[in-house]
């Protein structure tokens, strides 16, 4: 089955679009919500991770059916479950008992399998983290069960920040909340106005997010990037703010990736650091779903016969046969 020209009228269609579902489930005596959309007899699931300081809300930009990602993926056959974090939604005020990361991880796979029972999940769970919760993500990913994932998505993370960012964010210090606003939505043409701020999708942070991101750029992320052994999609805003975003940095960052079959990093127009709820978001989730597209036909028809490490989208840094 592949995308048909019946997809792309009813993707461009002014219907109401897929049904969006909030959810709450008892895993492991914490209440984990989430946001569901499903899609009939669907190629894939994915499972969507949110940043800081928001929830699910992030996959599904409030008022811009058109910007949503729980809202488009259906329409291409892809159903969409978006977690609220452990620590983030209903679970907020259990925060505080949240401080290993492993134990975060465990949550999220039985929030997986308790949100999706009974529902259909055809090849398979692709998963998708946007900034603070790539750490989660690829500790999934590098995970033994992790193998059976059909790719990875990541965004709005990197090795090594800008140096405006750094100086902002590279502190024990409490950051300027003016100075992280500039980082986080600025230029502002890239959002809708009454998104700026993130006002309309905005949480509290639980307090374990600080050191799991004090440990990721340095220690965590290059020692879990080289056990993932699935497809990933690293993708940078054009005006990513906070991590650098350069093609050096996208090659470094796909370098990480030693045992992955395929590591494609890439660099997206217009797109700032929050990429789902942006002007461009409807391009960034297309070139999503065309990647995870990919990884349901390398899972349920053949291997790739080749592993292609690509820093910009365009040349491979390495190719192999």
């Known amino acids: 089955m592949t995308i048909t020209e019946l997809d792309f009228a009813m993707a461009n269609s002014s219907a109401a679009g897929p049904r969006v579902s909030e959810l709450v489930a008892d895993v492991d005596g914490f209440p984990i919500s989430a946001r569901l959309a499903e899609a009939p007899r669907p190629r894939a699931v994915i499972l969507a991770l949110h940043g800081g300081a928001t929830t699910s809300a992030y996959f599904d930009c409030p008022g811009h059916p058109r910007l ?53 999940r055809g090849a398979g769970v692709f998963l998708m983290a946007h900034s603070a919760g790539s750490p ?49 939505w600025q230029p502002s043409w890239l959002y809708p106005p009454e998104m700026l701020g993130g006002n309309p999708i905005a949480a509290k942070t639980p307090r374990y997010e600080g050191a799991v991101l004090r440990r990721w750029p340095d220690r965590d992320f290059p020692d879990l990037a080289a056990r993932v052994r699935i497809p990933v999609h ?7 703010n906070v991590w650098r975003n350069d093609t050096e940095s996208l090659a470094e960052v796909a370098a990480l990736f030693t045992a992955a079959p395929r590591v494609l990093a890439e660099q997206l127009p217009a797109g700032g650091h ?7 978001a409807a391009a960034y989730h297309l070139r999503v779903l065309a990647f995870a597209e990919e990884c349901v036909i390398a899972r349920t028809h053949a291997q790739s016969r080749s592993l292609a490490k690509q820093s910009d989208g365009r040349a491979p840094v390495r190719h192999r046969r």
């Open 68 to 120: 949503s990602l729980l809202r488009t993926a259906p329409r291409f056959g892809f159903t969409v479950l978006a977690l609220d974090r452990p620590g983030y939604g209903a679970s907020h005020h259990r925060a505080s008992e949240l401080t290993d990361p492993d134990r975060i991880v465990d949550l999220i796979h039985q929030a997986l399998d308790a949100h999706m029972a009974g529902l259909e």
């Open 136 to 184: 989660h993500a690829v500790r999934f990913a590098a995970d033994e069960r992790g193998a059976a994932l059909l790719g990875l998505e990541l965004a709005g993370t990197g090795r090594e920040h800008h140096a405006t960012a750094a100086a902002v964010l590279g502190t024990h210090e409490r950051a300027d909340a003016d100075a992280v606003r500039e980082l986080l």
């Open 234 to 240: 690293f993708s940078a805003g054009e005006y990513e």
């Open 274 to 280: 929050g990429l789902s709820i942006g002007h461009s």
